[in-house]
């Protein structure tokens, strides 16, 4: 049988790969979204690690709006390290949100697609082999192929897929086992989303 190929896990990178949480906290964010960077930064500087034992997981989706270009180059960059390392993920993440000021239109409206990646390879070099993530974020080479995107193109088009058929369109979007929470907040502090967790989790 043909088709699209399949990604080989489910789409999204875990914080902790807890084999059974009750509480599953997805977040839907944008690199280049500053509502996304206060959501991240309140959940991932704290909040998860606050919860109890094993019982909560923190799941990012990417997610490239596309009204910001170069949202889609540091989404790859993401993806990139992941799949150089795994463990790096969220660290990268967190100092991408750090530096998103960096990467707005004011900053980079006349910058080529290379000297962005340029800029990203930079800020991720802290945390893999920065040539390496060169070569992921190259142009991919095939013969008679003019449109090939880099070796992050396929892992974007999953993320891609999955927000769109879950219906995502603002970032941040919150999930709760699967579920959207509209009433989270990006402006939550960490004693708003510790009520929150808390309702969550079994009693």
Not at 141 to 164: C, F, M, P, Q
Request: hydrophobic share 45%; glycine share 6%.
């Amino acid at each position: 049988m043909g088709g699209p190929p399949i990604p080989p896990a489910r789409v999204g990178t875990k914080l902790f790969k807890h084999p059974s949480p009750a509480l599953e906290i997805e977040i839907f964010v944008d690199f280049c979204c500053p509502y996304s960077r206060k959501l991240f930064d309140t959940v991932y500087g704290g909040v998860v690690g606050a919860a109890p034992a094993g019982q909560v997981e923190l799941i990012l989706q990417n997610v490239v709006q596309c009204w910001h270009p170069q949202s889609a180059y540091m989404h790859e960059a993401s993806l990139a390290v992941r799949a150089l390392d795994e463990a790096k993920f969220f660290p990268f993440a967190a100092k991408l949100f750090s530096r998103q000021v960096e990467f707005f239109d004011a900053h980079i409206w006349d910058m080529s697609r290379a000297q962005i990646y340029d800029a990203l390879v930079e800020i991720a070099s802290e945390f893999v082999d920065a040539e390496a993530l060169r070569a992921k974020l190259a142009r991919t080479i095939v013969e008679g192929s003019l449109n090939t995107g880099n070796a992050a193109t396929l892992d974007l088009k999953w993320a891609t897929k999955y927000h769109r058929v879950r219906g995502v369109h603002v970032t941040p979007t919150v999930f709760l086992n699967g579920v959207e929470a509209p009433d989270v907040s990006s402006g939550w502090d960490a004693d708003q989303w510790a009520a929150k967790i808390a309702d969550c989790l079994p009693k």
